[in-house]
């Protein structure tokens, strides 16, 4: 055995050093992708003030246009008024407008296909910067778990497998959690903001050519740009740690949960309470609220459901939830057999968390019959953490 033990000691740090030789080269990448998309978003709005412009003079040219043609309409018919030198002008105006109408009309269309080129480049750097940061989370994650103490190895190797698996899957869905709070952030409140500050930009320009009709409708499209940016900001805080529970209790945030959850993936949601809500430790009413999500993630990922229940029943020592859907089921004992070995860590993880409050869980589900998945928490338990 410490012969297996110094073999895998010497295999664990040989995986450590090519992982962190791989770990700083997809560092290097990911730089010089963000670089890359830095010189393109500058590149792009560069492209988008210059379209605006562009726009602005093409549509002052066509005014121009229209007018040095009823000019010249005018003076062709009037010959006792205006001479052959005054048509001649007013034609080569004219023609003259004509001609630096075409060309910017057609520096308009190149500057509005090399934006479209800009903005499909960027999503491309984007999602190479992405798939990056996942690679380099995953390595981490395996850093981490490797390069602690090696004299534990051994324990390891003996200690069941899916807890194994389990444990690196709890470090990297820390690691996805911060990925996707940080991509909501950039993908919501942040492109709200450049493009308020874009707006207020054109909004200054119009205050300038005095286009104060303009410039009111403008401050009311960014009113409504602020507050649709405010209430995005509100759903990430309120998906870090709802503060309803808190302040309210777990029964009006899981019926909160509910709502969002039919407004957001038109699943059909029923809410149902019997029983007296007692209130719990905060701990405790995270814990459940967590578990419930997981349900509910799970169901909208895997399921194919149209129509959820979430059943919520107070007894005086327990608390039965009950969250069934009508989707697709699975062989419920097989499918948490395989869960370690095929990497679905959702229905592991809730049996983890349940075991943390000292409750039970139980899945009945059959291919083609929906799922139902119940779960009983001690409410002594609760009462005497609370003491």
Not at 200 to 207: D, K, P, S
């Amino acid at each position: 055995m410490d012969h297996l033990a110094v073999d895998i000691n010497r295999v664990i740090k040989n995986a450590i050093s090519v992982m962190e030789d791989s770990k700083y080269q997809i560092f290097e990448i990911c730089e010089s992708a963000r670089i890359e998309l830095e010189t393109l978003e500058q590149e792009l709005e560069n492209i988008l003030q210059e379209t605006m412009k562009t726009i602005d003079k093409v549509d002052s040219l066509e005014q121009d246009y229209r007018r040095a043609r009823i000019r010249l309409t005018e003076v062709s018919r009037d010959f006792v008024r205006y001479k052959e030198e005054d048509i001649k002008s007013a034609y080569e105006k004219a023609t003259q407008i004509q001609l630096d109408l075409m060309v910017y009309r057609e520096k308009e269309s190149y500057l509005k296909a090399r934006r479209d080129d800009l903005q499909k480049r960027i999503r491309n750097v984007e999602n190479s910067i992405e798939r990056a940061e996942t690679i380099s989370s995953q390595i981490n994650v395996v850093l981490e778990y490797l390069s602690g103490d090696l004299n534990q190895v051994t324990r390891i190797v003996e200690s069941a497998k899916t807890r194994q698996l389990l444990g690196l899957k709890i470090i990297l869905a820390q690691e996805e959690e911060r990925k996707r709070i940080a991509r909501e952030i950039h993908d919501g409140p942040a492109q709200s903001l450049a493009n308020i500050v874009l707006r207020t930009e054109i909004a200054e320009r119009m205050l300038i050519k005095q286009e104060f009709m303009m410039v009111q409708e403008e401050l009311i499209d960014l009113k409504g740009q602020v507050r649709s940016g405010l209430e995005e900001i509100r759903k990430i805080i309120f998906n870090l740690r709802p503060m309803a529970l808190d302040d309210l209790g777990l029964v009006p945030t899981l019926r909160k949960f509910a709502q969002d959850f039919e407004e957001k993936t038109k699943i059909h949601t029923v809410f149902e309470l019997s029983g007296k809500e007692h209130r719990m430790p905060s701990a405790m009413e995270a814990a459940i609220y967590r578990l419930v999500q997981e349900a509910f993630t799970n169901a909208y990922k895997h399921s194919s459901a149209s129509h959820m229940i979430l059943d919520i029943n107070y007894q005086p020592i327990h608390i039965a939830l009950t969250i069934q859907d009508n989707g697709v089921g699975f062989h419920s004992e097989k499918m948490e057999q395989d869960a370690g070995r095929n990497g679905h860590f959702g229905l592991v993880g809730m049996r983890e968390r349940i075991e943390l409050i000292e409750g039970r869980m139980e899945i009945d589900s059959k291919p083609g019959q929906g799922t139902k998945i119940m779960m009983h928490i001690p409410l002594t338990t609760a009462e005497s953490r609370k003491e």
